[in-house]
Protein backbone atom coordinates (compact mmCIF):
# COMPACT_ATOMS: atom_id res chain seq x y z
CA UNK A 1 0.00 0.00 0.00
CA UNK A 2 1.18 3.82 -1.13
CA UNK A 3 1.99 5.56 2.16
CA UNK A 4 -0.27 8.49 2.12
CA UNK A 5 2.80 11.21 2.59
CA UNK A 6 3.65 10.12 -1.03
CA UNK A 7 0.89 10.43 -2.52
CA UNK A 8 0.78 14.12 -1.32
CA UNK A 9 4.23 14.84 -2.87
CA UNK A 10 3.42 13.33 -6.47
CA UNK A 11 2.04 16.30 -7.82
CA UNK A 12 5.48 17.79 -6.55
CA UNK A 13 7.47 14.77 -8.06
CA UNK A 14 5.66 15.23 -11.49
CA UNK A 15 5.98 19.14 -11.67
CA UNK A 16 9.70 18.61 -10.11
CA UNK A 17 10.18 16.42 -13.05
CA UNK A 18 8.42 18.27 -15.81
CA UNK A 19 4.96 17.35 -15.78
CA UNK A 20 3.38 19.62 -14.53
CA UNK A 21 1.87 21.54 -17.00
CA UNK A 22 -0.78 18.33 -17.80
CA UNK A 23 -0.96 18.19 -21.92
CA UNK A 24 -4.38 18.95 -23.73
CA UNK A 25 -7.01 16.77 -25.59
CA UNK A 26 -8.51 18.79 -28.14
CA UNK A 27 -11.68 17.15 -29.82
CA UNK A 28 -12.83 17.82 -33.59
CA UNK A 29 -16.11 16.67 -35.49
CA UNK A 30 -16.25 17.43 -38.87
CA UNK A 31 -18.78 16.72 -42.03
CA UNK A 32 -17.19 16.89 -45.26
CA UNK A 33 -19.44 17.28 -47.85
CA UNK A 34 -19.99 18.78 -51.47
CA UNK A 35 -21.37 22.26 -51.47
CA UNK A 36 -21.56 25.36 -54.20
CA UNK A 37 -19.20 28.11 -53.36
CA UNK A 38 -18.14 31.24 -54.90
CA UNK A 39 -14.57 31.73 -53.82
CA UNK A 40 -13.31 33.74 -56.94
CA UNK A 41 -16.86 34.68 -57.58
CA UNK A 42 -16.93 31.76 -59.88
CA UNK A 43 -19.68 28.90 -58.84
CA UNK A 44 -18.86 25.47 -58.61
CA UNK A 45 -18.93 22.47 -56.59
CA UNK A 46 -16.37 22.28 -53.54
CA UNK A 47 -15.36 19.82 -50.90
CA UNK A 48 -16.03 21.76 -47.19
CA UNK A 49 -15.34 21.19 -43.82
CA UNK A 50 -18.45 21.71 -41.79
CA UNK A 51 -19.71 24.16 -44.60
CA UNK A 52 -16.34 25.83 -44.93
CA UNK A 53 -13.37 26.05 -46.84
CA UNK A 54 -10.62 26.37 -45.82
CA UNK A 55 -11.73 24.17 -43.35
CA UNK A 56 -11.51 25.13 -39.68
CA UNK A 57 -8.11 25.98 -38.08
CA UNK A 58 -6.85 23.85 -35.34
CA UNK A 59 -5.28 25.34 -32.43
CA UNK A 60 -3.13 23.28 -30.02
CA UNK A 61 0.04 23.57 -27.56
CA UNK A 62 2.88 21.31 -28.00
CA UNK A 63 2.08 17.58 -26.90
CA UNK A 64 -1.29 18.03 -27.06
CA UNK A 65 -3.58 15.39 -28.22
CA UNK A 66 -5.66 15.79 -31.55
CA UNK A 67 -8.60 13.82 -32.15
CA UNK A 68 -10.71 14.55 -35.46
CA UNK A 69 -14.31 12.63 -36.40
CA UNK A 70 -14.41 12.94 -39.99
CA UNK A 71 -17.71 11.75 -41.50
CA UNK A 72 -17.62 11.19 -45.36
CA UNK A 73 -20.69 12.25 -46.62
CA UNK A 74 -19.92 13.09 -50.35
CA UNK A 75 -21.84 10.94 -52.09
CA UNK A 76 -19.38 9.08 -54.19
CA UNK A 77 -16.21 9.74 -53.49
CA UNK A 78 -13.54 8.13 -50.88
CA UNK A 79 -11.88 10.60 -48.98
CA UNK A 80 -8.52 10.82 -46.20
CA UNK A 81 -6.67 13.21 -44.50
CA UNK A 82 -2.93 13.98 -44.53
CA UNK A 83 -1.65 15.92 -41.25
CA UNK A 84 0.85 17.65 -43.32
CA UNK A 85 4.08 18.17 -41.15
CA UNK A 86 2.72 16.37 -38.18
CA UNK A 87 5.54 13.50 -37.68
CA UNK A 88 2.53 10.82 -36.02
CA UNK A 89 5.54 9.55 -33.82
CA UNK A 90 4.03 6.20 -32.67
CA UNK A 91 0.70 6.55 -34.86
CA UNK A 92 1.98 5.91 -38.24
CA UNK A 93 -1.59 4.88 -39.34
CA UNK A 94 -3.27 8.30 -39.16
CA UNK A 95 -1.08 9.83 -41.06
CA UNK A 96 -3.63 10.07 -43.68
CA UNK A 97 -1.89 8.93 -46.73
CA UNK A 98 -4.40 6.70 -48.52
CA UNK A 99 -3.07 3.74 -50.09
CA UNK A 100 0.37 3.66 -48.05
CA UNK A 101 -1.08 4.47 -44.11
CA UNK A 102 -4.89 3.44 -44.52
CA UNK A 103 -7.57 2.30 -46.56
CA UNK A 104 -9.99 5.55 -47.90
CA UNK A 105 -13.01 6.33 -45.73
CA UNK A 106 -16.26 5.50 -47.82
CA UNK A 107 -18.97 8.15 -48.05
CA UNK A 108 -21.14 7.21 -45.21
CA UNK A 109 -18.65 6.49 -42.72
CA UNK A 110 -16.71 8.39 -39.73
CA UNK A 111 -13.10 7.62 -39.63
CA UNK A 112 -11.27 8.69 -36.18
CA UNK A 113 -7.86 10.37 -36.33
CA UNK A 114 -5.96 10.46 -32.92
CA UNK A 115 -2.15 11.54 -33.04
CA UNK A 116 0.07 13.86 -30.94
CA UNK A 117 1.43 17.35 -31.84
CA UNK A 118 4.75 17.19 -30.29
CA UNK A 119 6.65 20.05 -31.44
CA UNK A 120 5.39 23.49 -32.00
CA UNK A 121 4.74 25.59 -35.58
CA UNK A 122 2.91 26.42 -38.51
CA UNK A 123 1.64 23.39 -40.42
CA UNK A 124 -1.47 22.45 -42.58
CA UNK A 125 -3.80 19.27 -43.19
CA UNK A 126 -5.48 18.82 -46.63
CA UNK A 127 -6.99 16.23 -48.50
CA UNK A 128 -4.76 12.51 -49.66
CA UNK A 129 -7.04 10.50 -51.72
CA UNK A 130 -7.03 11.59 -55.65
CA UNK A 131 -6.53 15.55 -56.39
CA UNK A 132 -9.39 16.31 -54.04
CA UNK A 133 -6.99 19.05 -52.26
CA UNK A 134 -7.52 21.29 -55.37
CA UNK A 135 -11.60 20.91 -54.29
CA UNK A 136 -11.09 22.67 -51.37
CA UNK A 137 -10.41 20.40 -48.35
CA UNK A 138 -7.46 21.59 -46.82
CA UNK A 139 -7.02 24.15 -43.82
CA UNK A 140 -4.29 25.14 -40.82
CA UNK A 141 -2.64 23.59 -37.80
CA UNK A 142 -1.27 26.10 -35.43
CA UNK A 143 0.59 24.41 -32.38
CA UNK A 144 1.94 26.45 -29.57
CA UNK A 145 4.25 26.58 -27.15
CA UNK A 146 3.36 25.23 -23.77
CA UNK A 147 2.48 27.94 -20.95
CA UNK A 148 5.17 30.15 -19.48
CA UNK A 149 7.47 28.86 -22.35
CA UNK A 150 8.06 32.23 -25.18
CA UNK A 151 9.49 32.68 -29.05
CA UNK A 152 12.58 33.77 -29.34
CA UNK A 153 10.96 36.72 -31.08
CA UNK A 154 8.20 39.28 -30.11
CA UNK A 155 5.07 40.19 -31.67
CA UNK A 156 1.52 41.40 -30.82
CA UNK A 157 -1.03 39.52 -32.72
CA UNK A 158 -0.75 36.08 -34.43
CA UNK A 159 -2.56 35.52 -37.67
CA UNK A 160 -2.76 33.02 -40.46
CA UNK A 161 -3.12 33.03 -44.00
CA UNK A 162 -3.28 29.93 -46.83
CA UNK A 163 -2.64 31.01 -50.41
CA UNK A 164 -3.90 28.41 -53.33
CA UNK A 165 -4.68 28.30 -56.57
CA UNK A 166 -7.94 27.32 -57.70
CA UNK A 167 -9.03 25.78 -61.18
CA UNK A 168 -12.85 26.02 -62.62
CA UNK A 169 -12.68 22.41 -63.88
CA UNK A 170 -13.40 19.62 -61.11
CA UNK A 171 -10.66 17.37 -60.05
CA UNK A 172 -12.58 14.40 -61.78
CA UNK A 173 -12.48 16.13 -64.99
CA UNK A 174 -8.78 16.86 -64.35
CA UNK A 175 -8.09 13.29 -63.64
CA UNK A 176 -9.30 12.38 -67.19
CA UNK A 177 -7.56 14.66 -68.92
CA UNK A 178 -4.10 13.81 -67.76
CA UNK A 179 -4.97 10.05 -67.85
CA UNK A 180 -6.24 10.58 -71.56
CA UNK A 181 -4.25 9.69 -74.86
CA UNK A 182 -3.47 12.14 -76.35
CA UNK A 183 -2.64 13.88 -73.10
CA UNK A 184 -4.47 17.07 -72.03
CA UNK A 185 -3.02 19.37 -69.46
CA UNK A 186 -4.63 20.66 -66.98
CA UNK A 187 -3.52 24.17 -67.95
CA UNK A 188 -3.33 27.30 -65.66
CA UNK A 189 -5.24 27.81 -62.66
CA UNK A 190 -8.09 30.61 -63.11
CA UNK A 191 -7.39 32.37 -59.91
CA UNK A 192 -5.09 33.07 -56.74
CA UNK A 193 -6.71 32.62 -53.45
CA UNK A 194 -5.66 34.37 -50.42
CA UNK A 195 -7.15 32.45 -47.58
CA UNK A 196 -10.00 31.28 -50.03
CA UNK A 197 -10.87 34.57 -51.51
CA UNK A 198 -9.73 35.43 -55.16
CA UNK A 199 -11.58 37.38 -57.94
CA UNK A 200 -11.40 35.96 -61.21
CA UNK A 201 -13.21 38.72 -64.03
CA UNK A 202 -16.52 37.15 -65.03
CA UNK A 203 -16.75 39.23 -68.32
CA UNK A 204 -13.22 36.86 -69.67
CA UNK A 205 -15.92 34.00 -69.89
CA UNK A 206 -15.64 32.78 -73.46
CA UNK A 207 -19.15 31.21 -73.27
CA UNK A 208 -21.51 33.69 -71.32
CA UNK A 209 -23.48 31.84 -69.03
CA UNK A 210 -27.66 32.18 -69.25
CA UNK A 211 -27.39 31.79 -65.06
CA UNK A 212 -26.82 35.27 -63.65
CA UNK A 213 -25.49 33.20 -60.59
CA UNK A 214 -22.84 31.18 -62.28
CA UNK A 215 -20.16 34.35 -62.19
CA UNK A 216 -21.39 37.31 -59.96
CA UNK A 217 -18.41 39.48 -58.51
CA UNK A 218 -20.92 41.04 -56.21
CA UNK A 219 -20.85 37.52 -54.03
CA UNK A 220 -19.76 37.79 -50.72
CA UNK A 221 -17.85 34.45 -51.07
CA UNK A 222 -15.48 36.32 -53.17
CA UNK A 223 -15.19 39.86 -51.39
CA UNK A 224 -11.26 40.12 -50.85
CA UNK A 225 -9.09 38.71 -47.79
CA UNK A 226 -8.89 41.74 -45.82
CA UNK A 227 -6.11 41.77 -42.48
CA UNK A 228 -6.81 44.62 -39.87
CA UNK A 229 -3.77 45.56 -38.35
CA UNK A 230 -3.42 48.32 -34.95
CA UNK A 231 -0.60 50.78 -36.31
CA UNK A 232 2.79 50.55 -34.63
CA UNK A 233 1.82 46.53 -33.84
CA UNK A 234 3.93 43.62 -34.93
CA UNK A 235 1.94 40.73 -36.55
CA UNK A 236 3.12 37.29 -36.65
CA UNK A 237 1.91 36.11 -39.84
CA UNK A 238 2.22 32.10 -40.69
CA UNK A 239 2.14 32.28 -44.46
CA UNK A 240 0.86 28.74 -45.90
CA UNK A 241 1.12 27.34 -49.33
CA UNK A 242 -1.62 24.18 -50.30
CA UNK A 243 -1.57 25.23 -54.34
CA UNK A 244 -2.23 22.49 -56.87
CA UNK A 245 0.55 23.91 -59.58
CA UNK A 246 1.68 27.01 -58.83
CA UNK A 247 5.03 28.19 -57.20
CA UNK A 248 4.01 32.19 -55.61
CA UNK A 249 5.51 35.12 -54.39
CA UNK A 250 3.89 36.63 -51.70
CA UNK A 251 4.13 40.35 -50.69
CA UNK A 252 2.43 43.27 -48.88
CA UNK A 253 2.62 46.49 -50.47
CA UNK A 254 5.37 48.80 -48.82
CA UNK A 255 6.06 46.25 -46.01
CA UNK A 256 9.12 44.08 -45.21
CA UNK A 257 8.47 40.45 -44.25
CA UNK A 258 11.15 38.73 -41.41
CA UNK A 259 11.01 35.12 -41.77
CA UNK A 260 11.71 33.52 -38.45
CA UNK A 261 9.72 30.33 -38.91
CA UNK A 262 9.79 27.83 -41.70
CA UNK A 263 8.04 23.96 -41.65
CA UNK A 264 8.18 24.34 -37.75
CA UNK A 265 11.63 25.21 -37.48
CA UNK A 266 13.14 28.89 -36.17
CA UNK A 267 15.01 30.49 -39.26
CA UNK A 268 17.71 32.96 -38.53
CA UNK A 269 15.50 36.41 -39.44
CA UNK A 270 16.46 37.60 -42.63
CA UNK A 271 14.20 40.26 -44.65
CA UNK A 272 12.33 40.14 -48.11
CA UNK A 273 9.99 42.36 -49.91
CA UNK A 274 8.57 38.89 -51.55
CA UNK A 275 8.61 35.72 -50.18
CA UNK A 276 8.71 32.60 -52.38
CA UNK A 277 6.90 29.96 -51.41
CA UNK A 278 6.21 26.71 -52.73
CA UNK A 279 3.13 23.68 -52.33
CA UNK A 280 3.37 22.16 -48.49
CA UNK A 281 5.56 24.55 -47.70
CA UNK A 282 4.83 26.96 -44.59
CA UNK A 283 6.36 30.03 -43.21
CA UNK A 284 5.83 32.68 -40.16
CA UNK A 285 7.40 36.50 -41.32
CA UNK A 286 7.03 39.34 -38.78
CA UNK A 287 5.13 42.36 -40.44
CA UNK A 288 4.94 45.86 -38.69
CA UNK A 289 2.25 47.87 -39.00
CA UNK A 290 4.74 51.06 -39.30
CA UNK A 291 4.03 52.97 -42.72
CA UNK A 292 1.20 55.69 -43.24
CA UNK A 293 -1.68 54.49 -41.38
CA UNK A 294 -4.12 57.01 -43.12
CA UNK A 295 -3.93 54.71 -46.11
CA UNK A 296 -4.41 50.58 -46.92
CA UNK A 297 -1.92 48.60 -48.43
CA UNK A 298 -2.62 45.55 -51.19
CA UNK A 299 -1.70 42.07 -50.26
CA UNK A 300 -0.52 40.42 -53.21
CA UNK A 301 0.25 36.52 -54.54
CA UNK A 302 1.57 36.08 -58.02
CA UNK A 303 2.71 33.20 -59.71
CA UNK A 304 6.44 32.44 -60.29
CA UNK A 305 8.61 29.64 -62.29
CA UNK A 306 5.52 29.22 -64.95
CA UNK A 307 4.14 31.81 -67.65
CA UNK A 308 0.53 32.15 -66.35
CA UNK A 309 -0.79 35.46 -68.35
CA UNK A 310 -4.23 34.66 -67.74
CA UNK A 311 -3.99 33.96 -64.09
CA UNK A 312 -5.02 37.74 -62.29
CA UNK A 313 -2.68 38.07 -59.19
CA UNK A 314 -4.45 37.10 -56.13
CA UNK A 315 -5.28 40.24 -53.88
CA UNK A 316 -6.41 41.08 -50.49
CA UNK A 317 -5.88 44.26 -48.53
CA UNK A 318 -3.83 45.02 -45.00
CA UNK A 319 -6.40 47.33 -43.55
CA UNK A 320 -4.99 49.83 -40.91
CA UNK A 321 -7.21 50.43 -38.07
CA UNK A 322 -9.52 52.54 -38.09
CA UNK A 323 -9.85 52.83 -41.97
CA UNK A 324 -12.61 51.85 -43.25
CA UNK A 325 -11.95 47.74 -44.06
CA UNK A 326 -13.31 48.47 -47.43
CA UNK A 327 -11.66 51.20 -48.53
CA UNK A 328 -9.12 50.32 -51.69
CA UNK A 329 -5.58 50.81 -51.43
CA UNK A 330 -4.94 54.27 -53.60
CA UNK A 331 -1.94 52.36 -55.79
CA UNK A 332 -1.90 50.26 -58.47
CA UNK A 333 -0.94 46.61 -56.58
CA UNK A 334 2.82 46.03 -56.68
CA UNK A 335 4.56 44.83 -59.46
CA UNK A 336 5.06 40.54 -59.75
CA UNK A 337 8.89 39.36 -59.63
CA UNK A 338 9.82 38.47 -63.15
CA UNK A 339 8.53 34.80 -63.44
CA UNK A 340 11.34 32.80 -64.92
CA UNK A 341 14.07 34.57 -62.86
CA UNK A 342 15.38 31.78 -60.84
CA UNK A 343 17.97 33.08 -59.12
CA UNK A 344 16.06 35.40 -56.22
CA UNK A 345 14.11 32.03 -55.91
CA UNK A 346 17.41 29.93 -55.17
CA UNK A 347 19.27 32.90 -52.78
CA UNK A 348 16.22 32.86 -50.75
CA UNK A 349 16.15 28.81 -50.35
CA UNK A 350 20.49 29.40 -49.84
CA UNK A 351 19.40 32.03 -47.30
CA UNK A 352 17.58 30.04 -44.75
CA UNK A 353 19.75 28.77 -41.95
CA UNK A 354 18.64 27.43 -38.71
CA UNK A 355 18.12 29.90 -36.01
CA UNK A 356 21.23 30.48 -33.56
CA UNK A 357 20.49 28.52 -30.23
CA UNK A 358 18.43 26.28 -32.24
CA UNK A 359 20.22 24.49 -34.55
CA UNK A 360 19.61 20.91 -34.18
CA UNK A 361 23.24 19.64 -35.79
CA UNK A 362 22.68 16.87 -38.80
CA UNK A 363 25.20 13.64 -38.94
CA UNK A 364 28.68 14.23 -39.91
CA UNK A 365 28.11 11.25 -42.42
CA UNK A 366 25.29 9.48 -44.13
CA UNK A 367 24.88 5.21 -44.29
CA UNK A 368 23.60 5.60 -47.58
CA UNK A 369 22.87 7.41 -50.56
CA UNK A 370 19.65 7.63 -53.31
CA UNK A 371 19.74 9.81 -55.73
CA UNK A 372 16.19 11.01 -57.83
CA UNK A 373 16.55 12.06 -61.17
CA UNK A 374 12.82 13.85 -61.67
CA UNK A 375 12.07 13.65 -65.42
CA UNK A 376 8.63 13.60 -67.67
CA UNK A 377 7.91 10.41 -69.37
CA UNK A 378 4.92 8.27 -71.70
CA UNK A 379 4.14 4.86 -70.78
CA UNK A 380 1.97 3.37 -73.36
CA UNK A 381 0.85 6.27 -74.66
CA UNK A 382 0.12 8.29 -71.54
CA UNK A 383 2.08 11.11 -70.24
CA UNK A 384 3.86 10.52 -67.12
CA UNK A 385 6.26 11.90 -64.38
CA UNK A 386 9.30 9.51 -63.20
CA UNK A 387 11.76 8.96 -60.72
CA UNK A 388 14.75 7.00 -62.14
CA UNK A 389 12.53 6.48 -64.75
CA UNK A 390 10.08 4.44 -62.74
CA UNK A 391 6.43 6.09 -61.96
CA UNK A 392 4.74 5.41 -59.21
CA UNK A 393 1.49 3.35 -58.92
CA UNK A 394 -0.36 2.85 -55.52
CA UNK A 395 -1.39 -0.58 -55.13
CA UNK A 396 -4.89 -1.75 -53.44
CA UNK A 397 -3.23 -2.83 -50.20
CA UNK A 398 -1.88 0.39 -48.23
CA UNK A 399 1.54 -0.54 -47.38
CA UNK A 400 1.68 -0.11 -43.85
CA UNK A 401 -0.91 -2.41 -43.62
CA UNK A 402 1.03 -5.09 -46.16
CA UNK A 403 3.98 -5.02 -44.35
CA UNK A 404 2.74 -5.33 -41.08
CA UNK A 405 0.99 -8.52 -41.87
CA UNK A 406 3.77 -9.81 -44.09
CA UNK A 407 1.49 -9.74 -47.40
CA UNK A 408 4.45 -10.01 -49.86
CA UNK A 409 1.65 -10.15 -53.01
CA UNK A 410 0.05 -6.77 -52.35
CA UNK A 411 3.48 -4.79 -54.06
CA UNK A 412 6.27 -5.37 -55.94
CA UNK A 413 9.10 -6.97 -53.50
CA UNK A 414 11.79 -5.35 -56.03
CA UNK A 415 13.07 -2.21 -54.69
CA UNK A 416 13.45 0.88 -57.17
CA UNK A 417 16.56 2.05 -58.46
CA UNK A 418 18.94 3.86 -56.33
CA UNK A 419 20.12 6.55 -58.91
CA UNK A 420 20.16 7.22 -62.64
CA UNK A 421 23.57 6.99 -65.15
CA UNK A 422 24.57 10.36 -64.13
CA UNK A 423 27.79 10.27 -66.33
CA UNK A 424 25.89 9.74 -69.57
CA UNK A 425 22.33 11.19 -68.59
CA UNK A 426 21.76 15.16 -70.30
CA UNK A 427 19.77 16.91 -67.82
CA UNK A 428 19.23 19.80 -70.42
CA UNK A 429 17.75 18.12 -73.43
CA UNK A 430 14.73 15.93 -74.32
CA UNK A 431 15.64 12.49 -73.72
CA UNK A 432 15.43 10.51 -76.85
CA UNK A 433 14.12 7.48 -74.98
CA UNK A 434 10.61 8.91 -73.59
CA UNK A 435 9.19 5.64 -72.69
CA UNK A 436 9.11 4.68 -68.15
CA UNK A 437 8.74 1.64 -66.54
CA UNK A 438 5.47 1.73 -63.53
CA UNK A 439 6.10 -0.24 -60.38
CA UNK A 440 5.02 -0.10 -56.64
CA UNK A 441 8.18 -1.70 -55.02
CA UNK A 442 9.45 1.08 -52.15
CA UNK A 443 12.68 1.61 -50.68
CA UNK A 444 13.22 -0.17 -47.48
CA UNK A 445 15.87 1.78 -44.96
CA UNK A 446 17.58 0.33 -42.44
CA UNK A 447 16.17 1.65 -38.78
CA UNK A 448 18.31 4.73 -37.52
CA UNK A 449 20.55 4.72 -40.15
CA UNK A 450 21.01 8.22 -41.94
CA UNK A 451 20.03 9.07 -45.28
CA UNK A 452 20.83 11.36 -47.94
CA UNK A 453 18.39 12.04 -50.61
CA UNK A 454 19.41 14.31 -53.80
CA UNK A 455 16.74 15.25 -55.83
CA UNK A 456 17.96 16.22 -59.30
CA UNK A 457 15.46 17.85 -62.50
CA UNK A 458 15.86 17.40 -65.83
CA UNK A 459 13.92 18.62 -69.33
CA UNK A 460 10.78 17.17 -69.34
CA UNK A 461 9.22 16.63 -72.85
CA UNK A 462 9.04 19.62 -74.10
CA UNK A 463 12.42 21.56 -75.18
CA UNK A 464 14.52 23.55 -73.04
CA UNK A 465 11.75 23.48 -70.60
CA UNK A 466 12.57 22.20 -66.32
CA UNK A 467 9.98 22.96 -63.91
CA UNK A 468 9.79 23.71 -60.22
CA UNK A 469 9.01 20.68 -58.22
CA UNK A 470 8.42 21.13 -54.05
CA UNK A 471 8.97 17.55 -52.53
CA UNK A 472 7.47 16.53 -49.33
CA UNK A 473 8.13 13.74 -46.93
CA UNK A 474 5.74 12.18 -44.27
CA UNK A 475 6.72 11.03 -41.20
CA UNK A 476 10.08 13.33 -40.78
CA UNK A 477 11.91 16.42 -41.13
CA UNK A 478 15.04 16.59 -42.94
CA UNK A 479 18.22 18.84 -43.02
CA UNK A 480 18.36 20.88 -45.96
CA UNK A 481 22.34 20.42 -46.72
CA UNK A 482 22.03 22.60 -50.29
CA UNK A 483 21.25 23.55 -53.60
CA UNK A 484 22.54 23.69 -56.96
CA UNK A 485 22.23 24.61 -60.66
CA UNK A 486 23.08 21.71 -63.28
CA UNK A 487 23.97 18.34 -62.50
CA UNK A 488 25.05 17.49 -58.98
CA UNK A 489 28.39 16.32 -58.89
CA UNK A 490 28.59 13.41 -56.25
CA UNK A 491 32.20 13.81 -56.02
CA UNK A 492 32.62 17.86 -55.46
CA UNK A 493 29.06 18.88 -54.63
CA UNK A 494 28.85 16.84 -51.43
CA UNK A 495 32.10 18.56 -49.95
CA UNK A 496 30.13 22.29 -49.97
CA UNK A 497 27.41 20.93 -48.00
CA UNK A 498 26.14 23.16 -44.96
CA UNK A 499 26.67 20.41 -41.48
CA UNK A 500 27.13 23.69 -39.53
CA UNK A 501 23.67 25.06 -39.42
CA UNK A 502 21.07 23.71 -42.20
CA UNK A 503 17.52 24.42 -41.16
CA UNK A 504 14.83 21.44 -40.91
CA UNK A 505 12.12 21.14 -43.42
CA UNK A 506 9.72 18.86 -44.36
CA UNK A 507 9.27 20.32 -47.98
CA UNK A 508 11.43 21.82 -50.28
CA UNK A 509 11.73 23.08 -53.51
CA UNK A 510 13.99 21.35 -56.39
CA UNK A 511 15.04 24.56 -58.82
CA UNK A 512 14.73 24.33 -62.69
CA UNK A 513 17.52 22.27 -64.00
CA UNK A 514 18.64 22.39 -60.44
CA UNK A 515 19.32 20.22 -57.42
CA UNK A 516 18.90 19.80 -53.90
CA UNK A 517 20.41 17.80 -51.06
CA UNK A 518 18.67 16.67 -47.69
CA UNK A 519 19.42 14.01 -44.89
CA UNK A 520 17.43 12.68 -42.55
CA UNK A 521 16.91 9.91 -39.89
CA UNK A 522 14.97 7.05 -40.45
CA UNK A 523 13.78 6.55 -37.20
CA UNK A 524 10.16 6.59 -37.11
CA UNK A 525 8.50 3.09 -37.57
CA UNK A 526 5.94 3.22 -40.55
CA UNK A 527 5.92 3.31 -43.98
CA UNK A 528 6.39 7.09 -45.16
CA UNK A 529 5.73 8.82 -48.61
CA UNK A 530 7.94 11.28 -50.47
CA UNK A 531 6.41 12.98 -53.19
CA UNK A 532 6.52 16.39 -55.34
CA UNK A 533 3.67 18.35 -53.63
CA UNK A 534 1.88 19.72 -57.13
CA UNK A 535 -1.22 17.54 -57.18
CA UNK A 536 -1.17 16.90 -61.07
CA UNK A 537 2.87 15.48 -60.53
CA UNK A 538 1.80 12.92 -57.87
CA UNK A 539 -1.35 11.62 -59.49
CA UNK A 540 1.25 11.41 -62.75
CA UNK A 541 3.59 9.20 -60.63
CA UNK A 542 6.18 11.02 -58.74
CA UNK A 543 6.46 9.74 -55.88
CA UNK A 544 8.14 7.04 -53.67
CA UNK A 545 7.26 5.11 -50.25
CA UNK A 546 9.84 4.45 -47.69
CA UNK A 547 9.36 1.81 -45.24
CA UNK A 548 11.47 1.41 -42.19
CA UNK A 549 11.59 0.11 -38.19
CA UNK A 550 8.27 -2.11 -39.23
CA UNK A 551 8.75 -4.02 -37.13
CA UNK A 552 8.56 -1.69 -34.01
CA UNK A 553 5.22 -0.35 -35.51
CA UNK A 554 2.34 -1.29 -32.60
CA UNK A 555 -1.02 -3.26 -33.43
CA UNK A 556 -2.44 -1.38 -35.99
CA UNK A 557 -6.19 -0.48 -35.83
CA UNK A 558 -8.99 -1.66 -37.44
CA UNK A 559 -10.42 1.05 -38.66
CA UNK A 560 -7.43 1.44 -41.32
CA UNK A 561 -8.48 -1.73 -42.53
CA UNK A 562 -11.11 -3.12 -45.65
CA UNK A 563 -9.51 -2.42 -49.17
CA UNK A 564 -7.28 -4.68 -51.18
CA UNK A 565 -6.05 -7.60 -49.00
CA UNK A 566 -6.47 -6.02 -45.88
CA UNK A 567 -10.31 -7.24 -45.58
CA UNK A 568 -10.65 -9.69 -42.84
CA UNK A 569 -7.71 -9.10 -41.06
Known amino acids: MVPVRFLLLMPLIALLNGYGVEARIRRYKWEVKNEFKSPDCYRKMVITINGRTPGPTIRAQQNDTIIVEVTNSLFTENIAIHWHGIRQIGTPWFDGSEGITQCPILPGTTFKYQFVVDRPGTYVYHAHYGMQRDSGLYGSIIVGLPDGESEPFAYDYDRNIILNDWYHNSTTEQAVGLSKVPFQWIGEPQSLLIHGRGRFNCSSLSVPSSDPGLCNTTNPDCSPFRLIVVPGKTYRLRVSSLTSLSALSFQIEGHNLTVVEADGHYVEPFVVQNLFIYSGETYS?????????????????????????????????????????????????????????????????????????YIHTPPAVSDRVIVFLNTQNELNGRRRWSVNNVSFTHPLTPYLIALKHNLTHAFDQNPPPNGYDFLNYDIYERHPNANTTSSNGIYRLNFNSTVDVILQNANTMNPKNSETHPWHLHGHDFWVLGYGEGKFDMFNDPNKYNLVNPIMKNTVPVHPFGWTA???????????????????????????????????????PSSIMGCGQTQGL
Open 518 to 556: LRFKADNPGAWSFHCHIESHLFMGMGVVFAEGIEKVGKL
Open 285 to 357: VLVKADQDPTTNYWITSNIVSRPAPNTPPGQGVLVYYPNHPRRSPPTIPPAAPVWNDSRPRMAQSQAIKARRG
